[in-house]
């Protein structure tokens, strides 16, 4: 059974910074390129990364480029999201999401960020 | 950047009526797009990929149309399961996604 697991969410200050964390379970992971999406209390969803299967090729959506980075370790099975600078906008439940050709097709069940003073 | 627009933004149906939601490019995308559904409290699930791919295990009820700027995702007849968010998403140039249409029950 597939499964992606988030950890890593929180409360930080504004311009504080954040590590997110997702395990991999239950697919070769080193096969799939990974995806962050976000999404705001109450409204859309947003991509924020990409990130190729061997980690050689990443990006970014214009709202968090230059300060956050996707990373991964094939070896841990584990997708990483490096947040620097977190503004108030940045506020979200942070989805980990594996890429199947076309589409999304596995969603972790996420884990908050909440920026706040 | 690409930007997806879902109309209408509310739909109002009841159970076993066809829906007819709607997603549109700010550029053509190809056949680049995929529709999700939502439910309260879960994460999203993929319908349909490359715009009329059923995404497996997703219900035949369920289909998809369109090319280059207009795209259609259409439920044949509701069930309740099916009330929910619905997004489009584009893998043209980088990915976006729609602000969402809400199916909710009439």
């Known amino acids: 059974e597939v499964q992606l697991v988030e950890s890593g969410g929180g409360l930080v200050q504004p311009g504080g910074s954040l590590r997110l964390s997702c395990a991999a379970s239950?697919?070769?992971?080193?096969?799939?390129?990974m995806h962050w999406v976000r999404q705001a209390p109450g409204k859309g969803l947003v991509w924020v990364s990409r990130?190729?299967?061997?980690?050689?090729?990443?990006i970014y959506a214009d709202s968090v480029k230059g300060r956050f980075t996707i990373s991964r370790d094939n070896a841990k099975n584990t997708l990483y999201l490096q947040m620097n600078s977190l503004r108030a906008e940045d506020t979200a439940v942070y989805y980990c999401?594996?890429?199947?050709?076309?589409?999304?097709?596995?969603w972790g069940q996420g884990t908050l960020v909440t920026v706040s003073s | 950047e690409i930007v997806l627009t879902q109309s209408p933004a509310t739909l109002s149906l009841s159970p076993g009526e066809r829906a007819t939601l709607s997603c549109r490019a700010s550029?053509?995308?190809?056949?680049?797009l995929a529709w999700y559904q939502q439910k309260p409290g879960q994460a999203p699930r993929l319908l349909i990929y490359d715009a009329s791919n059923r995404a497996t295990g997703i219900p035949a009820r369920f289909s998809g149309s369109g090319s280059g700027t207009d795209f259609t995702l259409t439920i044949s007849s509701l069930e309740p399961e099916d009330f929910a968010v619905y997004y489009c998403q584009q893998r043209s140039n980088y990915y976006s996604f729609g602000q969402g249409t809400k199916l909710e029950i009439k």
């Open positions: 239950g697919f070769t992971f080193s096969t799939y390129w």
């Open positions: 999401v594996r890429w199947l050709t076309a589409g999304l097709d596995y």
């Open positions: 990130i190729n299967n061997d980690g050689s090729n990443t």
């Open positions: 550029q053509s995308v190809s056949s680049y």
